[in-house]
């Protein structure tokens, strides 16, 4: 996410990236090392990592001092869980603004918005289904990449104008008509390009989706 921190108020800033840092200690203390070694693993976080460099210079924001890429926070989250991606995500947005897209000071609000929020929201809502839906392929690809992914770009939008309103110095009337509208415009289409990788994924190279397991989705109940 780029911003103009000159609007933020700092103690949004301190909130925010305290609350960052919170999470990436937790992620390198609980991280299992040992699937770097893998290539199976690497090979993927690889991939998906020059997948998130890039998408900052494909992209553009609707609102000047604001743009969003939450795309693939939701598929990196069911390919490597939630450590690795917040990890990786950090490191591809910091090399970006190190590149000269974005602000240090906005680094905190940016993964906070656009993977923390996204990121947990599809982890839990796998859990659920998982636990009220029946355990098969289509539950796992649409119902958890479809739908798992586009309602955590809606939370991820309002997320973003509960902490812009709160922090930023924007007013409900200015973000309600110029920048949430198009923001959740990105709904369908995230969830759709979720949906649609994660089904070649899970077809072609299940191997590298760490939450699907053919013990399990491809039986009539759970694992004995």
Known sequence: MHLTPGSWSLTGLIFTNTVMLAFLAWSFVGLNYRRLADS?????LGLMGLSMLSLPHLSG???????????????????FGFRFTLLLSTACQALNIAAGLGDWASLGPSLLITVIIPGLWVLAFLAGAQRWWPRNFFVYVWVNGFFGAAFGTVFCYLGAVLMLMAFGGYEWTY?????????????FPEGFITGALLTM????????????????????????
Do not use: C, H, N
């Open 40 to 44: 199976r693993d690497a090979l993927p």
């Open 61 to 79: 924001g609707i609102v000047e001092g604001l743009a969003f890429y939450p795309l693939l926070t939701a598929l990196s989250a069911l390919m």
């Open 201 to 224: 994924l899970v077809l072609y190279r299940p191997d590298w989706v760490y939450t699907f397991r053919d013990s399990v989705y491809q039986l009539d109940g759970p694992p004995k």
């Open 175 to 187: 973000l309600s008509r110029y920048f949430l509208p198009f923001g959740l415009m990105m709904t």
